[in-house]
């Protein structure tokens, strides 16, 4: 059985860094997590008259206001098979900011009819994102969000290019500090970029078997009607 990742990447996967490798082959049947922690040297952008409205995200752990510097943060890597049997890999990213905690999740699958890794944001999964990954010439693995829709009242309505959060994500391997290292920037096309951060962290893997996952992961139940 390969990873959703495997599956999407083919024969380049094979020219990911050795660690990537190792940590994006998590697949359900593994019966592990992968728990990584780090420091987010800054986390910035979001024009400020914006700002008001990431409060609106808070609950479904997608987006938050705060910014700063070497800010912890936790990111925890879970797989699962939800009711239609497909392979799930979900992000819990957990931010300790000095009077907060803030989170940011995502739950990726792998569509078999495009080849794609399509992206549920949030505990709600009413956001969602298809991705686009390419290895980099230094092994590097580069994702990039592409057509993105909302899921209302059962229907998946999708967003003009001008809605859009357009993110980019590398993630890489350093050999001389043995850790991973990110880079997330999410902009929109009218009032450019709404949040970037980049920092560190080391990872561990740990037995985690599918019902042990933490209860806020919410599996997707329910396929939105196109």
Do not use: Y
């Given at each position: 059985m390969r990873s959703i990742y495997?599956?999407?990447?083919?024969?380049?996967?094979?020219?990911?860094?050795?660690?990537l490798q190792e940590k994006f082959s998590l697949k359900s049947?593994?019966?592990?997590a992968i728990i990584s922690k780090g420091v987010m040297k800054e986390i910035t952008g979001g024009f400020i008259l914006l700002r008001p409205l990431f409060f609106l995200g808070i609950k479904k752990r997608i987006v938050f206001p705060e910014r700063g510097e070497n800010i912890p943060f936790t990111l925890e890597n879970y797989a699962y098979q939800d009711s239609f049997g497909r392979e799930c890999v979900v992000w819990a990213r957990t931010f300790q900011f000095p009077s907060k905690i803030r989170h940011f999740d995502?739950?990726?699958?792998?569509?078999?009819?495009n080849r794609k890794i399509v992206d549920y944001f949030g505990t709600h999964h009413?956001?969602?994102?298809?991705l686009e990954l390419k290895v980099t010439k230094i092994g590097s693995l580069r994702i990039r969000s592409k057509s993105q829709r909302i899921i209302w009242n059962g229907?998946?309505?999708?967003?003009?290019?001008?809605?859009?959060?357009?993110?980019?994500i590398v993630e890489w391997f350093d050999e001389y500090e043995k850790v991973f290292k990110i880079h997330v920037k999410v902009r929109n096309r009218l009032v450019?970029?709404?949040f970037e951060y980049h920092g560190s962290c080391q990872t561990e893997?740990?037995?985690m078997p599918t019902e042990k996952i933490p209860c806020h992961i919410k599996p997707i139940?329910?396929?939105a009607r196109e």
């Open positions: 495997e599956k999407v990447l083919g024969e380049q996967f094979q020219l990911l860094h050795p660690k049947i593994d019966q592990c995502a739950t990726m699958i792998f569509n078999a009819e009413d956001f969602i994102s298809d229907w998946s309505i999708a967003l003009p290019a001008f809605l859009r959060g357009e993110a980019e450019g970029t709404l893997f740990v037995d139940k329910e396929q």
